[in-house]
């Protein structure tokens, strides 16, 4: 089979940090233009630097202190309106007994963000500043086994069109039982059975619908912009399209999936899929083919997008397990 013809990867820069970092992100944070990488690091502090086509400056640092253990994940969304961008950094003190390990944000029917985490006890929290809205435990939704429990392995929100054709916003929280849960406005509407444990997800347009091996009689109303991408532990990527999982594996790195991200492509149909894991190295996919495999220092724990050299496409930033951060040009 032909492969697709890709522009070749060019390393922008490729910087190692002297202090151990968990999860990193990649936004304008605080001013309105300046780049920032924002890196939640293992002794709890939360170090940020400027970013350029041309290097990651690390005589610009501004270190913030959490007072808490390792972060371990962290946001970058407008939900105080007081800045161009905020810094959502969750520790348990506040919201939960146990540790948070996963954060993203929803909107409200009226636009108002709303900061969504689950901690290691399968507690899914949505929270404003002022105050909490819901609270979910997935132990309590049908788990046979009482002795086994239930934890989000991940988190992702969706816009998908519902059976009614209106788009709507969902989020999908996927656990270590072989489910994804799709909960709106605080309630779970479905609970969707996978082939092995999701550790990954993002949206994006992966493959034509009319490819995929979905149920006899499945609508067509969701778009293939409303694809989801599940990585799994089993190292496949499967799709969740029009609320149904394929079966098919679409890819498969052969390892633990533990980072996707969504490369959209202007140019074309489909978009590139970025997958990385228990591997050194980063994968790029597109129509369910590798067409790139970039080898990486050690495990890549953290992806994320930019346009870093203001040339209206997006550049992709990587963090490994040995604190190498590399900026890259697909």
């Known amino acids: 089979m032909r492969m697709p013809v890709v522009a070749p990867c060019t390393e922008l820069w490729s910087t190692k940090l002297t202090e151990g970092f968990c999860t990193m992100a990649l936004a304008t944070l605080f001013r309105p233009k300046e780049l920032s990488l924002i890196v939640g690091c293992e002794d709890g502090l939360v170090r940020i630097y400027d970013v350029s086509a041309k290097c990651l400056n690390l005589n610009s640092q501004t270190v913030l202190e959490t007072k808490s253990g390792p972060i371990q994940c962290l946001r970058v969304h407008d939900i105080t309106k007081f800045y161009h961008n905020d810094l959502i950094i969750l520790s348990r003190q506040s919201l939960s007994s146990d540790s948070i390990i996963c954060v993203t944000v929803v909107e409200d029917n009226g636009g108002s963000p709303i900061i969504v985490c689950s901690n290691d006890s399968g507690v899914i929290t949505w929270v404003q500043p002022t105050k909490e809205l819901w609270r979910i435990n997935l132990n309590s939704l049908s788990n046979k086994n009482p002795s086994h429990i239930v934890k989000v392995s991940c988190l992702q929100t969706v816009q998908i069109t519902?059976?009614?054709?209106?788009?709507?916003?969902?989020?999908?929280?996927?656990?270590?039982?072989?489910?994804?849960?799709?909960?709106?406005?605080?309630?779970?509407?479905?609970?969707?059975?996978?082939?092995?444990?999701?550790?990954?997800?993002?949206?994006?347009?992966?493959?034509?619908?009319?490819?995929?091996?979905?149920?006899?009689?499945?609508?067509?109303?969701?778009?293939?912009?409303?694809?989801?991408?599940?990585?799994?532990?089993?190292?496949?990527?499967?799709?969740?399209?029009?609320?149904?999982?394929?079966?098919?594996?679409?890819?498969?790195?052969?390892?633990?999936?533990?980072?996707?991200?969504t490369l959209p492509q202007s140019d074309s149909s489909t978009d590139l899929?970025?997958?990385?894991?228990?591997?050194s190295a980063l994968h790029l996919y597109k129509d369910g083919q590798l067409i790139m495999e970039y080898p990486t220092s050690d495990w890549v724990t953290s992806i994320a997008k930019a346009d870093i050299d203001g040339d209206?496409?997006?550049?992709?930033?990587?963090?490994?397990?040995?604190?190498?951060?590399?900026?890259?040009?697909?």
């Not at 209206?312 to 697909?330: S, Y």
């Open 312 to 330: 209206g496409t997006l550049e992709v930033v990587i963090g490994c397990k040995d604190n190498t951060v590399v900026a890259l040009k697909l």
């Open 162 to 261: 519902d059976s009614t054709g209106n788009r709507r916003q969902y989020l999908l929280a996927a656990d270590n039982s072989n489910r994804i849960h799709v909960i709106c406005n605080g309630t779970v509407v479905s609970s969707l059975m996978t082939p092995s444990v999701i550790t990954a997800m993002t949206q994006g347009r992966f493959v034509p619908s009319s490819k995929l091996s979905l149920p006899p009689g499945t609508s067509s109303s969701a778009s293939d912009s409303e694809q989801v991408a599940l990585g799994a532990s089993n190292g496949a990527v499967y799709i969740l399209h029009n609320f149904h999982v394929t079966l098919d594996e679409f890819v498969h790195a052969k390892c633990t999936v533990t980072n996707l991200c």
């Open 273 to 279: 899929l970025l997958c990385a894991g228990y591997f």
